[in-house]
């Protein structure tokens, strides 16, 4: 659907459970939404991940040198490994103290995404 309701923007990481394939013409503003609304640090898990990065990158050109945003994507990895390694992400010039998860899937399940995502995830996400 659209894009989630705006809040008030924080140096944040995200992490982007993808179960559903999707557009670009639709994964283009979520990566825009992402980026204006914090995410300096995302990770990609899922469905065509390595598509996330890319995206979130050419979202994030207009930020100021100092804001860039660092992606990664982990194809091969489960979901807990990659909140293992959101828990460690640093940014080299930015505090990232929250964490948001962006699941995309036809169907929501927040409960089965946050369990598998465990302790990284800020009560926020």
Do not use: K, N
Request: aromatic share 6%.
């Amino acid at each position: 659907g659209a894009t989630p309701p705006e809040r008030a923007c924080s140096p944040c990481r995200a992490i982007v459970a993808v179960e559903a394939a999707v557009e670009a013409d639709w994964q283009a503003p979520m990566s825009d939404w992402l980026v204006r609304r914090g995410c300096r640090y995302m990770m990609a898990w899922g469905i065509e991940c390595s598509g996330w990065d890319d995206a979130v990158d050419m979202a994030s050109p207009e930020v100021e040198c100092a804001d860039f945003v660092m992606t990664t994507w982990h194809d091969r990895d489960t979901l807990a490994e990659v909140s293992a390694f959101c828990a460690i992400a640093q940014h080299s010039t930015l505090e990232l103290p929250h964490t948001r998860v962006l699941h995309v899937a036809g169907v929501a399940d927040r409960a089965r995404v946050l369990a598998g995502v465990q302790g990284a995830v800020a009560a926020d996400a």
